[in-house]
């Protein structure tokens, strides 16, 4: 079957009136961007109120249904043929053959649902729905209409310039077009959590920036390729993200040497979030993200988020936060970052982590050991954030 376009179906809710045209013109520009990942020629033009992507040359056709479904704001993306008018009789054997090509098993129920742009089409749409229903069902023994619940429900709308013809609906990433609600900065390490939380934020319509520490030598450059993979996976989704990689190895022996070490984990998470927030408000975000979840190591018990959370001001997203391993592994897995995660590469915290280290640190205790820091930390930090290393990935 050779379709000449995609209809791109997307949820109304909220986007009444004055943010209707802002969340459009978003979601064109994103689909642009997928599609150039795309071998073909496409158009994506906004009309009448609705997204077309026309194709203009051949194309693969698996590659454009999967670019466009990392697009976030796509609910539906129907598939369409387009056919010139050449008269009713023509159009009806058209139809007849879309269903045998579509459908070859013949069994289903269905309804035509025809609409009329063009009014000066002979027939109008009930006309339309009766006589191309009936030409099915002569052709098709074993076709029936159910017009309460169909399992093909097939579209037929007649337009200026061609009659669009579809009746295939794939799901869409659904969410919201990103950069239509801010910007972000993902604490994105090598493991399985963060890209997860990445992703469920980005969903939301919101830009990500990612920071990643990275603390050579103990730390390698595979590790921090690893993170640069997983940034590009989520960026097929997140549009390219802006991944800043800060040299941490200093600083975390600077930690190591002066702080008792069951504290070392909670105060290394401390400075990262420092250092984040730090180059967030300097990039304008609204926010940090992380992919803690509540218990899942000793750093992320409710005492523990408690006190690296008092670092800092900026809201801290942790939308994985209730979810249990497993369900963070399904969307990892969804969203194809399960794989390249769970490559057995160090991350800096293994390395410095204590064989017990504090579940339950008090603040109190934990400001009092980051006193020993105050000879050099602050130019420690300066220095860090000074230095980070731009990396653009894109998908
Ligand atoms: P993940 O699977 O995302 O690595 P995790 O379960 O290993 O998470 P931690 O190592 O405690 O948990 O890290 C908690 C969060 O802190 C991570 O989800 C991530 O957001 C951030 N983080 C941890 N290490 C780094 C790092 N080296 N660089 C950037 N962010 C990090
Ligand atoms: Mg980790």
Not at 155 to 173: F, H, K, L, M, Q
Request: charged share 25%; glycine share 6%; with cysteine.
């Amino acid at each position: 079957m050779k379709y000449h376009a995609f209809l791109i179906k997307y949820a109304e809710i909220g986007i009444k009136g004055k943010n209707r045209y802002l969340f459009e013109d978003a979601l064109v520009k994103h689909i642009r961007l997928a599609m150039e990942r795309v071998e073909g020629e496409f158009e994506v033009k906004k009309e009448s109120g609705r997204i077309y992507v026309q194709a203009l040359s051949d194309y693969d056709y698996d590659e454009a249904v999967d670019a466009l479904k990392h697009v976030f704001g796509i609910v539906w993306i129907c598939p369409v043929v387009q056919l010139k008018d050449e008269g009713y009789d023509k159009l009806a054997e058209q139809v007849v053959e879309y269903m045998g090509n579509v459908y070859p098993q013949g069994d289903y129920t269905f309804k035509v649902h025809s609409r009329r742009a063009r009014k000066n089409y002979p027939k109008d749409s009930q006309q339309l729905n009766a006589d191309l229903g009936e030409a099915i069902l002569n052709a098709y023994e074993n076709a029936r209409v159910d017009v309460h619940n169909p399992q093909v429900l097939l579209s037929v709308e007649v337009r200026d310039t061609c009659i669009n013809v579809y009746s295939v609906s794939i799901p869409g990433a659904g969410g919201m077009p990103v950069g239509t609600a801010g910007k972000a900065m993902l604490l994105l390490s090598g493991g399985i959590d963060s890209p997860v939380a990445g992703y469920m934020i980005a969903k939301r319509g919101v830009t990500i920036e990612a920071v990643y520490f990275h603390a050579p030598p103990y730390t390698s450059e595979r590790a921090k390729q690893k993170v640069v993979d997983l940034a590009k996976l989520v960026s097929k989704y997140a549009t390219p993200i802006k991944l800043h990689v800060i040299n941490f190895t200093d600083i975390q022996l600077y930690i190591y040497d002066a702080c008792p070490h069951d504290e070392l984990t909670i105060i290394m998470r401390r400075y990262m979030m420092r250092i984040a927030e730090r180059i967030a408000i300097k990039d304008g975000c609204h926010g940090l993200i992380t992919g803690e979840s509540i218990g899942q190591v000793a750093s992320q018990t409710m005492q523990s988020l408690m006190s690296t959370n008092e670092v800092c001001t900026l809201p801290v997203y942790r939308p994985v936060i209730g979810f249990d391993k497993q369900e963070i592994v399904d969307v990892a897995e969804k969203i194809d970052t399960f794989e390249t995660s769970i490559q057995p590469y160090e991350d800096c915290c293994t390395i410095f982590v204590a064989k017990h280290p504090v579940t339950k640190p008090n603040v109190k205790v934990i400001r009092n050991s980051e006193k020993k820091l105050e000879e050099k930390i602050d130019a420690m930090v300066e220095e860090a954030v000074n230095s980070a290393e731009i990396i653009w990935c894109k998908a």
